[in-house]
Nanobody, 125 residues
Framework: QLQLVESGGGLVQSGGSLRLSCAAS????????VGWFRQAPGKEREGLSS????????FYADSVKGRFTISRDNAKNTVYLQMNNLQPEDTAVYYC??????????????????RGQGTQVTVSS
């Protein structure tokens, strides 16, 4: 089955860190740009970060710039999102998505080829 699977979410205290993983199953991530998005209850989906197909370009939303870092390991067919200094407002379901292109825009409506089911991140104050 061709799918993206997120992992690494959980409960963390304010100021803590988590590393999310987005693993591709059934296909190679090599030709794809990958992005991370989140959606909190009652809020619109928000684009957080993306990494280019080549891995040479990364993009961040202002809300996470300086705190989150995206990376990819093509040998492991996985993209990561390191999240530091987490705050209660970061509480949301986090999704990854992939598009067969060099770049992915941080626009929730950007057409993608694959989207994962999401992993819950909860930050307590």
């Amino acid at each position: 089955q061709l799918q993206l699977v997120e992992s690494g979410g959980g409960l963390v205290q304010s100021g803590g860190s988590l590393r999310l993983s987005c693993a591709a199953s059934g296909f190679s991530l090599d030709p794809y740009a990958v992005g991370w998005f989140r959606q909190a209850p009652g809020k619109e989906r928000e684009g957080l970060s993306s990494i280019s197909r080549s891995g040479t370009s990364t993009f961040y939303a202002d809300s996470v710039k300086g705190r989150f870092t995206i990376s990819r390991d093509n040998a492991k067919n996985t993209v990561y999102l390191q999240m530091n200094n987490l705050q209660p407002e970061d509480t949301a379901v986090y999704y990854c998505a992939a598009v067969r292109s060099e770049l992915m825009a941080l626009v929730p409506t950007f057409p993608v080829d694959y989207r994962g089911q999401g992993t819950q991140v909860t930050v307590s104050s």
